[in-house]
Protein backbone atom coordinates (compact mmCIF):
# COMPACT_ATOMS: atom_id res chain seq x y z
CA UNK A 1 0.00 0.00 0.00
CA UNK A 2 3.06 2.46 0.47
CA UNK A 3 4.89 3.88 -2.39
CA UNK A 4 8.21 5.54 -2.70
CA UNK A 5 8.69 8.02 -5.05
CA UNK A 6 11.87 9.32 -5.93
CA UNK A 7 13.67 11.60 -8.58
CA UNK A 8 11.72 14.86 -7.30
CA UNK A 9 12.70 18.48 -6.21
CA UNK A 10 13.35 19.10 -2.91
CA UNK A 11 10.56 22.02 -3.15
CA UNK A 12 8.09 19.54 -3.36
CA UNK A 13 5.17 20.17 -1.38
CA UNK A 14 2.93 16.56 -0.02
CA UNK A 15 -0.39 18.33 -1.71
CA UNK A 16 1.51 18.51 -5.17
CA UNK A 17 1.70 14.38 -4.95
CA UNK A 18 -1.66 13.97 -3.21
CA UNK A 19 -3.26 15.55 -6.36
CA UNK A 20 -1.22 13.59 -8.82
CA UNK A 21 -2.11 10.29 -6.88
CA UNK A 22 -5.66 10.58 -5.28
CA UNK A 23 -7.50 10.22 -8.59
CA UNK A 24 -6.19 6.25 -8.06
CA UNK A 25 -7.54 5.84 -4.59
CA UNK A 26 -8.40 7.00 -1.27
CA UNK A 27 -5.13 7.98 0.49
CA UNK A 28 -3.85 7.74 4.04
CA UNK A 29 -1.00 9.87 3.91
CA UNK A 30 1.92 11.65 1.91
CA UNK A 31 5.18 12.88 3.31
CA UNK A 32 8.19 14.79 1.53
CA UNK A 33 11.69 14.19 2.65
CA UNK A 34 13.39 17.26 0.81
CA UNK A 35 16.73 16.58 2.22
CA UNK A 36 16.60 13.23 0.33
CA UNK A 37 14.69 14.47 -3.02
CA UNK A 38 12.20 11.41 -2.28
CA UNK A 39 8.45 10.87 -0.66
CA UNK A 40 5.82 8.34 0.34
CA UNK A 41 2.61 7.58 -0.18
CA UNK A 42 0.22 5.51 1.64
CA UNK A 43 -2.91 4.25 0.20
CA UNK A 44 -6.25 2.36 1.73
CA UNK A 45 -6.00 -0.23 -0.86
CA UNK A 46 -2.88 -1.97 -2.43
CA UNK A 47 -4.68 -2.50 -5.33
CA UNK A 48 -4.72 1.35 -5.89
CA UNK A 49 -1.40 1.85 -5.10
CA UNK A 50 -0.28 -1.15 -7.71
CA UNK A 51 -2.51 1.07 -10.08
CA UNK A 52 -0.76 3.66 -9.61
CA UNK A 53 2.59 2.62 -9.67
CA UNK A 54 1.52 1.11 -13.20
CA UNK A 55 0.22 4.01 -15.16
CA UNK A 56 2.19 6.91 -13.68
CA UNK A 57 6.00 5.23 -13.33
CA UNK A 58 8.40 6.64 -15.47
CA UNK A 59 5.97 9.48 -16.22
CA UNK A 60 6.53 13.31 -15.93
CA UNK A 61 3.60 14.27 -13.98
CA UNK A 62 5.39 17.03 -11.32
CA UNK A 63 6.19 19.05 -14.26
CA UNK A 64 8.68 19.25 -17.17
CA UNK A 65 11.01 21.14 -14.80
CA UNK A 66 10.86 17.36 -12.77
CA UNK A 67 10.82 15.32 -15.59
CA UNK A 68 10.16 11.46 -15.10
CA UNK A 69 9.32 10.04 -11.50
CA UNK A 70 10.54 6.94 -10.27
CA UNK A 71 7.83 5.00 -8.22
CA UNK A 72 8.46 1.72 -6.47
CA UNK A 73 7.12 0.01 -3.32
CA UNK A 74 8.40 1.46 0.15
CA UNK A 75 10.27 -0.96 2.18
CA UNK A 76 8.82 -1.79 5.13
CA UNK A 77 10.91 -1.59 8.30
CA UNK A 78 11.50 -4.50 10.36
CA UNK A 79 11.57 -4.23 13.86
CA UNK A 80 14.42 -6.30 16.18
Known sequence: RALWIGSILST????????????YGP???????????CGFINFECLDDAVRARKV??????LGSDVGAICIG???VPVKN
Open 12 to 23: TMPAMILSVFSP
Open 27 to 37: IESTRVLTHKN
Open 73 to 75: FAK
Open 56 to 61: LNGCDV
